[in-house]
């Protein structure tokens, strides 16, 4: 069945990296664009990043624009997010997300946490 | 913050209409579709409502969406326990050239 499955969160210093994965089955992969979606602890959600098919294209929200990078290699089926110079406010719950054809973001993966403190 | 702002919180009693209200601009609603989502506590959100009024397979009738200028709205008929849940809307914004989710709607069955 179709799945998602992110990985590479977990407790970092600020102004450290990190690369998040995002490992997709069960559909074609580099038929769909992909995005990055955050949420904070006990926050909303915040779109991040997405990334299209063949990687033609990428847009970014404003809040991350130049520290996170999204890429994705097809061969592997799997969609990153680079980031970057990371603050205190990046603590969050990392989502990837499949946009359907029609749009909207029709499938999710579980989610991996990152925190970032000294 | 989100420029599309929704209520914090909604709530009702077992077999009542609630609806929750997302605000928005000609950047975004106005322009574009919306789509709605259904948070469930400690899950991962799930597609409630696309394209401003579709629902996806196995999304119960009782959930529908509507949209009227600058403003989207969704609508549970028959409110039940299990639609306890944090809700949202998103959509594409012109100006900003990036998607933009809503402020999210905590609806409690009292």
């Known amino acids: 069945q179709l799945q998602l499955v992110e990985s590479g969160g977990g407790v970092v210093q600020p102004g450290r990296s990190l690369r998040l994965s995002c490992v997709a089955s069960g559909f074609i992969f580099s038929k769909h664009s992909m995005h990055w979606v955050r949420q904070a602890p006990g926050k909303g959600l915040e779109w991040l990043s997405v990334i299209s098919q063949r990687s033609d294209r990428t847009f970014d929200a404003d809040a991350v624009k130049g520290r996170f990078m999204i890429s994705r290699d097809d061969a592997k089926n799997t969609l990153f997010l680079d980031m970057t110079s990371l603050r205190p406010d990046d603590t969050a719950i990392y989502y990837c997300?499949?946009?359907?054809?029609?749009?909207?973001?029709?499938?999710w993966g579980q989610g991996t946490l990152v925190s970032v403190s000294s | 913050q989100s420029i599309l702002t929704q209520a914090p919180s909604a709530s009702g009693t077992p077999g009542q209409r609630v609806t929750i209200s997302c605000s928005g601009s000609d950047s975004n609603i106005r322009s574009n579709r919306v789509h709605w989502f259904q948070q469930l506590p400690g899950r991962a959100p799930n597609l409630l409502i696309s394209?401003?009024?579709q629902r996806p397979s196995g999304v119960p009738d009782r959930f529908s969406g509507s949209k009227s200028g600058t403003s989207a709205s969704l609508a549970i008929d028959g409110l039940q326990s299990e639609d306890e849940a944090d809700y949202y809307c998103e959509t594409w914004d012109d100006s900003l050239n990036g998607h933009v989710f809503g402020t999210g709607t905590r609806v409690t069955v009292l």
């Open positions: 394209n401003t009024n």
């Open positions: 997300a499949r946009e359907s054809e029609a749009g909207p973001f029709d499938y």
